[in-house]
């Protein structure tokens, strides 16, 4: 199937990327600088912390080896999902009550910095309030009630729970038992986004580098300095954001998550009216499987469908023929509809599935592993370490005192092991156990 190009260099053939608001090229790196600060990637992580260090007068840096937004944040699923890939409850479980109380105080905050800075920046990412949580099953719904009743102890309100006659103001199908809206949530074009801050860090004084991979970090000077292939920074701090991106520079770091690619597509623009009568709120979705599909809106009428993954980063050679029959169980009625774009990208898991931040020095710290959450998280942790760097490392330390695993196997069986487990709960939904 061919599709239309996104006419964007550098970046995947995505809707996205046909529909940036800034298609701009920055420089590539060249000669020697100086910063305060020097960020590795230009993504949701390092252009937030780029974003919160700018606004407190710190000179900064961003290097970026393709463009910005050019990974998982240009081209997810545009959806602001609160929290984080294990529930709280889990969380207690295993960090005890008391960090899960400091991880829940943040879990709201990722979605809230991106409303304040769309509306401080003027940033035009097609921003709409309102996410649906869809069940399959009556075990689902009851899973869901309990994580609402769960959330509602650390203080989230905008949850309501959704019966099966009420599917349909939100989407139209027969496939679900109930679900669950979040008025908290919402979805974005999340490449405007990036990009709209990434303006906005500029505006502020800061600099980005494109084209610009670093090749070494060195730290045993005074300052660490930073080498890409045409010049080098030399910085007070270092910030490493590089996420599923990073590999192969500092495998301390990077071998530490895996790679996933998710599929998105998106059809071609449909009537106004058949498009209002899938998704009437125009709420941004999610089913409640272990391998999940998501879908919404976009701002010129198409419909935006994800789902399938491939541990390691590898994707199949048909992205459509993953992502279509889901989209046509959901909904029959688009039989006939053309797929205008279809792309992937990868992510960063880790094997516990939360966040992982650190320091690799006193002047070099890390954050990545947003493990599928990582419109919102990203946009907090990018602000922690921007706090910590700041002197204020008290949030930033919760985090970097979770402990983080590497996977059983090491990278040869890290990508196998976790396929088998993935399977084993695909199954499960399937069987709706």
């Known amino acids: 199937m061919a599709f239309k190009p996104a006419d964007n260099p550098r970046h995947a053939n995505s809707w996205y990327a046909a529909s940036a608001s800034d298609k701009r090229v920055r420089p590539v ?5 100086r910063a305060d600060i020097c960020i590795i990637g230009a993504g949701f992580t390092g252009i937030s912390a780029a974003l919160e260090l700018s606004e407190r007068g710190y000179s900064v840096v961003v290097l970026e080896a393709e463009r910005i ?38 879990s709201l905050e990722g979605g809230e910095i991106i409303r304040q800075r769309v509306a401080r920046y003027a940033i035009d990412c097609d921003l709409v309030p309102g996410g649906f949580f869809a069940a399959f099953t009556e075990k689902q719904v009851r899973e869901m009630a309990r994580s609402k ?16 006659a009420e599917v349909g103001r939100y989407v139209d199908s027969d496939r679900y038992e109930g679900g669950m809206i979040d008025r908290l949530g919402g979805h974005i074009h999340p ?18 580098f494109e084209g610009s991979r ?49 599929q998105v597509m998106a059809t071609e623009p449909l009537d106004a009216k058949i498009i209002e009568s899938l998704l009437p709120a125009n709420y941004c979705v999610e089913d409640a499987n272990y391998i999940l599909d998501y879908y919404r809106r976009t701002a010129d009428n198409r419909l935006l469908y994800g789902g399938g993954i491939g541990y390691g980063g590898h994707d199949p050679k048909d992205l459509t023929a993953v992502i279509r029959p889901n989209m046509l169980k959901t909904f029959p009625q688009l039989k006939d509809v053309r797929i205008d774009y279809a792309w992937s990208g990868n992510f960063a898991l880790t094997l516990t599935r939360i966040p992982h931040m650190g320091r690799l020095s006193n002047r070099v710290y890390f954050s990545h592993g947003d493990s599928g959450h990582g419109v919102t998280t990203t946009h907090l942790l990018g602000k922690i370490l ?12 919760v985090w970097a005192s979770l402990p983080n695993l590497p996977f059983p196997g090491g990278r040869a069986l890290r990508v196998p092991l976790t396929a088998v487990g993935a399977w084993w709960y695909g199954l499960r939904d399937r069987l709706g156990l």
């Not at 959806?79 to 400091?102: C, H, P, W």
């Not at 954001?241 to 590999?247: E, M, Q, T, V």
């Open 214 to 262: 670093v090749t070494a970090l060195e730290t045993d000077g005074e300052r660490p300095l930073v080498r890409t292939g045409g010049g080098s920074v030399s910085a007070d701090y270092v910030l490493v954001c590089g996420n599923a991106y990073l590999a192969p520079l500092l495998p301390e770091v990077s071998g530490r998550m895996m790679p996933v690619s998710s």
């Open 149 to 164: 009743a769960e959330w509602e102890t650390y203080g989230h309100g905008g949850l309501e729970m959704v019966s099966k």
């Open 29 to 33: 790196l060249e000669g020697e600088i």
């Open 386 to 397: 921007g706090e910590a760097v700041a002197g204020h490392a008290e949030r930033f330390d």
């Open 69 to 106: 937004g050019f990974g998982a944040s240009g081209r997810n699923g545009g959806q602001i999902v609160n929290g984080y890939s294990r529930d709280l409850e889990t969380i207690a479980g295993r960090y005890g009550r008391e960090r899960a109380v400091k991880l829940a105080e943040m």
């Open 191 to 208: 490449l405007n986004l990036v990009l709209g801050e990434a303006a906005a860090v500029e505006n502020l004084g800061g600099r980005i």
